[in-house]
T-cell receptor, first 114, second 111 residues
Framework: DGGITQSPKYLFRKEGQNVTLSCEQNLNHDAMYWYRQDPGQGLRLIYY???????QKGDIAEGYSVSREKKESFPLTVTSAQKNPTAFYLCASGSGQGASDTQYFGPGTRLTVL | QKEVEQDPGPLSVPEGAIVSLNCTYSNSAFQYFMWYRQYSRKGPELLMY????GNKEDGRFTAQVDKSSKYISLFIRDSQPSDSATYLCAMSAGRDDKIIFGKGTRLHILP
């Protein structure tokens, strides 16, 4: 059953803690993306990776970090430097080159900072 | 002027009606246009993907692009309560450019 999985579905974090959100895909896609979605706002690109061991900052990368050690996996770490981390985080993947490729989304992780 | 404008709604229509969802944009370089459907607390799913101008039909859904007016539309025929969701338009200029998303329109189909 092909697709994109994100875990956990809900995550609670205390202020000052780093947390890592998981994203895995078995679609054999080269490109993977992380977005943040806030109420009343569109999707905002955090980071993206077009190939293993390479990634680029998106529009709101400050306070976040990523790694791409395997084609299937693109974890996102929300660090304590992120001022307002409570949001819905979406991972996506695509088969082509470049960020304009059609993207397929995972189910999302809702992060709440207590 | 924002790159992509989309009325947030909510838009409420009776079951069986034709729904029209729209986005306007300012960047004349946009060539790739997408519509995503997002149910509450779920990730967006791709509904329609079009390149350049024209119409594309898939079942009850029709995507329309008018590049001269910088205007795209999604029509839903014979709307169903299961169509109730947020619809996001998205577009980009080319393969090496990022995708710009609209903020989404919340749609309610009333049984």
């Amino acid at each position: 059953d092909g697709g994109i999985t994100q875990s956990p579905k809900y995550l609670f974090r205390k202020e000052g803690q780093n947390v890592t959100l998981s994203c895995e895909q078995n679609l054999n896609h080269d490109a993977m993306y992380w977005y943040r979605q806030d109420p009343g706002q569109g999707l905002r690109l955090i980071y993206y990776s077009q190939i293993v061991n390479d990634f680029q900052k998106g529009d709101i990368a400050e306070g976040y970090s990523v790694s791409r050690e395997k084609k299937e996996s693109f974890p996102l770490t929300v660090t304590s430097a992120q001022k307002n981390p409570t949001a819905f985080y979406l991972c996506a993947s695509g088969s082509g080159q470049g960020a304009s490729d059609t993207q397929y989304f995972g189910p999302g992780t809702r992060l709440t900072v207590l | 002027q924002k790159e992509v404008e989309q009325d947030p709604g909510p838009l409420s229509v009776p079951e069986g009606a034709i729904v029209s969802l729209n986005c306007t944009y300012s960047n004349s370089a946009f060539q790739y246009f997408m519509w995503y459907r997002q149910y509450s607390r779920k990730g967006p799913e791709l509904l329609m993907y079009t390149y350049s101008s024209g119409n594309k039909e898939d079942g009850r859904f029709t995507a329309q692009v008018d590049k001269s007016s910088k205007y795209i539309s999604l029509f839903i025929r014979d709307s169903q309560p299961s169509d109730s969701a947020t619809y996001l338009c998205a577009m980009s200029a080319g393969r090496d450019d990022k995708i710009i998303f609209g903020k989404g329109t919340r749609l309610h189909i009333l049984p």
